[in-house]
């Protein structure tokens, strides 16, 4: 099992305060000197403008639901006051941070003195101490007003919604006692699903959240499995009648059985409660997304049929569970930011707030005040996850592409040799590609990698230039063809990430130049190329393999002749007469040569 550590290592605040200075900043945050994302963030449009995308079998998902990235909000604890109206300063929190989509909590009535609870009197109620209202209809106008706030910051509010019944005191189980059909195993009465007047009763009452106060969408507490899926296919089709384009995703992995759900909180049925280490201690995430691994229920796995829905959720923490994030870059960005999933994290995580308790999140509160201190821990990390968040809203030709079937993603393996648990991945798409290097080692944590860049998966192979280039600072790493360009060094602190941008820059060529090698035939580059790259979010500099390591590696594939080599290779200048060595020392023994290497290399 590979070994994690959460904690904010000195070399990634080193890192980080080396990144801020040449990261670039909005005009908003000029004023502050920190990084504000909010100039980025996609522009929020009525849903006249919005257009609804094909998810397959039938589902019709609104364009944006692409670019979510979602911060899940108690209101009762994301400020002292604990309350809608106080709550603007969170949206001016996420703004900057650049989160697009923010997961309201039930904030319904109840008897509880929690400031709304999963066990509550009903959709159509509003905890008083929310809104400073004594009625629920001046109440509802200090959410809408809310809802407005967060849509002209271009934030999209999703409210979540419980169906499995009501609590113990709800007046509404006095009113409409055939409404219910016995008691709840989550402590009150169970709604009676079969009852027609409650279907169209509590229908209507979602559609009055989507048109009345302008809700963007729902999340769906124990969903699939109280409903199903035929309640919520109708509260978006009835919301579509109206002109509403709505997302609405699950509490728990669906089978996407009927157009209901967009997508799954819980993504991962075998991961449910550990999802926040799947990519880390369980599964590769590559190997995962390419084959469904994991994703999606165990029938779904057993027919292989898993990961094949268009959008899955990555949730790296919520109300059920712990903080996870930690101040570990590998946990958050590796595995949620920069990978082909809907980001998840509860309030708080972004920064390490510090958790109340040793149970679940729910009952923390959120101390925005600790961003307070620009020395802090909490500052320097925050900062660092808005560097990594800007990456996914500067490129959104890669980082919004949801094919049909997920496991068309648009990612592919990087190898980086020195990695001791993790592998590297690319993200591409539009002729560039973002390379993701983590540093989760347990044992060297300070070495560099040398990461080998993976032209012909990302697609990327018929150029005669490319800069790789630091995905933070925008400082040039290195420059060369891929014979020369082969691989490069990369430094990266412990627990963080590296991200490098590959652009090729110099003039394409035709395919069959380049013949259709794949990454193997380039093992024989050597020389260097390129300066050290600045340490923040990662330093690199270019790198050559040496005669043997040439020789090895056309063994390794399968190249018995010169001819063979050299037409599996650009042919340009020295190229080809590495191709000639290269087969010749494979026919002379290069197998072994490479085997030794490899286990040198993996030792």
Same mark, same amino acid.
């Given at each position: 099992?590979?070994?994690?550590?959460?904690?904010?290592?000195?070399?990634?605040?080193?890192?980080?305060?080396?990144?801020?200075?040449?990261?670039?900043?909005?005009?908003?945050?000029?004023?502050?000197?920190?990084?504000?994302?909010?100039?980025?963030?996609?522009?929020?449009?009525?849903?006249?403008?919005?257009?609804?995308?094909?998810?397959?079998?039938?589902?019709?998902? #609104?364009?944006?639901?692409? =670019?979510?990235? &979602?911060?899940?909000?108690?209101?009762?604890?994301?400020?002292?006051?604990?309350?809608?109206?106080?709550?603007?300063?969170?949206?001016?929190? *996420?703004?900057?941070? %650049?989160?697009?989509?923010?997961?309201?909590?039930?904030?319904?009535?109840?008897?509880?003195?929690?400031?709304?609870?999963?066990?509550?009197?009903?959709?159509?109620?509003?905890?008083?101490?929310?809104?400073?209202?004594?009625?629920?209809?001046?109440?509802?106008?200090?959410?809408?007003?809310?809802?407005?706030?967060?849509?002209?910051?271009?934030?999209?509010? &999703?409210?979540?919604?419980?169906?499995?019944? @009501?609590?113990?005191?709800?007046?509404?189980?006095?009113?409409?006692?055939?409404?219910?059909?016995?008691?709840?195993?989550?402590? %009150?009465?169970?709604?009676?699903?079969?009852?027609?007047?409650?279907?169209?009763?509590?229908?209507?009452?979602?559609?009055?959240?989507?048109?009345?106060?302008?809700?963007?969408?729902?999340?769906?507490?124990?969903?699939?499995?109280?409903?199903?899926? =035929?309640?919520?296919?109708? &509260?978006?089709?009835?919301?579509?009648?109206?002109?509403?384009? &709505?997302?609405? $995703?699950?509490?728990?992995?669906?089978?996407?059985?009927?157009?209901?759900?967009?997508?799954?909180?819980?993504?991962?049925? !075998?991961?449910?409660?550990?999802?926040?280490?799947?990519?880390?201690?369980?599964?590769?995430? @590559?190997?995962?997304?390419?084959?469904?691994?994991?994703?999606?229920?165990?029938?779904?796995?057993?027919?292989?049929?898993?990961?094949? +829905?268009?959008?899955?959720?990555?949730?790296?923490?919520?109300?059920?569970?712990? *903080?996870?994030?930690?101040?570990?870059?590998?946990?958050?960005?590796?595995?949620?930011?920069?990978?082909?999933?809907?980001?998840?994290?509860?309030?708080?995580?972004?920064?390490?707030?510090?958790?109340?308790?040793?149970?679940?999140?729910?009952?923390?509160?959120?101390?925005?005040?600790?961003?307070?201190? #620009?020395?802090?821990?909490?500052?320097? /990390?925050?900062?660092? @996850?808005?560097?990594?968040?800007?990456?996914?809203?500067?490129?959104?030709?890669? $980082?919004?592409?949801?094919?049909?079937?997920?496991?068309?993603?648009?990612?592919?393996?990087?190898?980086?040799?020195?990695?001791?648990?993790?592998?590297?991945?690319?993200?591409?798409?539009?002729?560039?590609?973002?390379?993701?290097?983590?540093?989760?080692?347990?044992?060297?944590?300070?070495?560099? /990698?040398?990461?080998?860049?993976?032209?012909?998966?990302?697609?990327?192979?018929?150029?005669?230039?490319?800069?790789?280039?630091?995905?933070?600072?925008?400082? !040039?790493?290195?420059?060369?063809?891929?014979?020369?360009?082969?691989?490069?060094?990369?430094?990266?602190?412990?627990?963080?990430?590296?991200?490098?941008?590959?652009?090729?820059?110099?003039?394409?060529?035709?395919?069959?130049?380049?013949?259709?090698?794949?990454?193997?035939?380039?093992?024989?580059?050597?020389?260097?190329?390129?300066?050290?790259?600045?340490?923040?979010?990662?330093?690199?500099?270019?790198?050559?393999? +040496?005669?043997?390591?040439?020789?090895?590696?056309?063994?390794?594939?399968?190249?018995?002749?010169?001819?063979?080599?050299?037409?599996?290779? #650009?042919?340009?200048?020295?190229?080809?007469?590495?191709?000639?060595?290269?087969?010749?020392?494979?026919?002379?023994?290069?197998?072994?040569? $490479?085997?030794?290497?490899?286990?040198?290399?993996?030792?």
């Amino acid at each position: 099992m590979m070994k994690k550590r959460a904690w904010l290592s000195a070399g990634l605040s080193a890192a980080i305060g080396a990144a801020m200075l040449l990261t670039p900043l909005s005009a908003a945050a000029e004023g502050s000197g920190y990084l504000d994302n909010s100039d980025l963030m996609p522009k929020y449009v009525d849903d006249a403008q919005v257009t609804l995308e094909d998810s397959g079998d039938g589902l019709q998902s #609104p364009d944006w639901v692409k =670019s979510m990235i &979602i911060a899940e909000v108690v209101i009762a604890r994301a400020t002292e006051e604990g309350t809608f109206q106080a709550a603007v300063k969170v949206l001016d929190h *996420y703004r900057e941070m %650049g989160v697009n989509t923010i997961w309201l909590t039930p904030f319904m009535d109840t008897s509880q003195n929690t400031g709304g609870h999963y066990g509550n009197f009903g959709p159509h109620t509003i905890d008083p101490s929310l809104t400073g209202c004594d009625n629920y209809a001046d109440s509802w106008q200090v959410v809408k007003a809310f809802v407005d706030e967060a849509h002209k910051r271009n934030i999209r509010v &999703i409210s979540d919604m419980v169906t499995w019944g @009501v609590e113990w005191n709800a007046p509404l189980y006095t009113e409409h006692p055939e409404w219910f059909a016995g008691t709840s195993a989550w402590g %009150g009465y169970s709604f009676n699903w079969n009852n027609a007047d409650l279907v169209a009763w509590f229908k209507g009452e979602l559609l009055k959240y989507v048109t009345d106060i302008g809700f963007d969408g729902f999340r769906c507490d124990c969903e699939p499995g109280t409903t199903g899926y =035929s309640l919520y296919r109708e &509260i978006r089709e009835a919301a579509l009648a109206k002109g509403q384009k &709505i997302a609405v $995703f699950s509490e728990n992995t669906n089978e996407r059985l009927e157009p209901a759900y967009d997508f799954d909180e819980h993504s991962s049925a !075998v991961h449910t409660w550990d999802m926040y280490d799947m990519y880390i201690e369980w599964l590769d995430i @590559v190997e995962s997304t390419k084959k469904g691994y994991g994703l999606g229920t165990e029938n779904l796995e057993i027919w292989d049929e898993a990961g094949t +829905a268009r959008f899955y959720a990555f949730n790296m923490s919520c109300h059920d569970n712990k *903080y996870a994030v930690n101040g570990n870059m590998v946990n958050f960005a590796y595995q949620a930011l920069l990978s082909p999933f809907i980001p998840i994290f509860f309030m708080g995580d972004e920064f390490m707030n510090p958790q109340r308790g040793n149970s679940t999140t729910f009952l923390t509160p959120l101390q925005l005040s600790l961003l307070d201190d #620009p020395d802090g821990k909490e500052r320097a /990390f925050y900062e660092r @996850v808005k560097q990594i968040i800007r990456i996914r809203l500067q490129y959104p030709e890669i $980082f919004t592409y949801f094919p049909e079937n997920h496991r068309d993603s648009n990612i592919c393996a990087v190898e980086a040799v020195g990695l001791e648990t993790l592998n590297g991945y690319a993200r591409y798409g539009d002729g560039k590609a973002l390379l993701v290097i983590p540093n989760n080692n347990v044992h060297d944590t300070e070495s560099a /990698f040398t990461v080998r860049i993976p032209y012909t998966e990302m697609g990327m192979e018929n150029n005669t230039e490319y800069t790789v280039k630091n995905a933070v600072t925008g400082e !040039v790493v290195a420059k060369g063809d891929r014979v020369t360009l082969y691989d490069f060094k990369a430094k990266v602190g412990p627990t963080d990430v590296a991200v490098y941008l590959v652009e090729p820059t110099g003039e394409t060529l035709p395919a069959q130049v380049l013949g259709a090698s794949d990454e193997k035939t380039d093992d024989t580059a050597s020389g260097s190329t390129a300066a050290d790259a600045s340490a923040a979010d990662g330093s690199a500099e270019s790198t050559g393999t +040496a005669d043997g390591e040439a020789s090895a590696d056309a063994a390794a594939s399968g190249k018995t002749d010169a001819a063979d080599a050299a037409q599996d290779r #650009p042919v340009t200048g020295v190229s080809a007469a590495w191709a000639v060595a290269a087969a010749l020392c494979a026919a002379a023994g290069g197998t072994l040569a $490479f085997v030794l290497r490899r286990k040198k290399l993996r030792a």
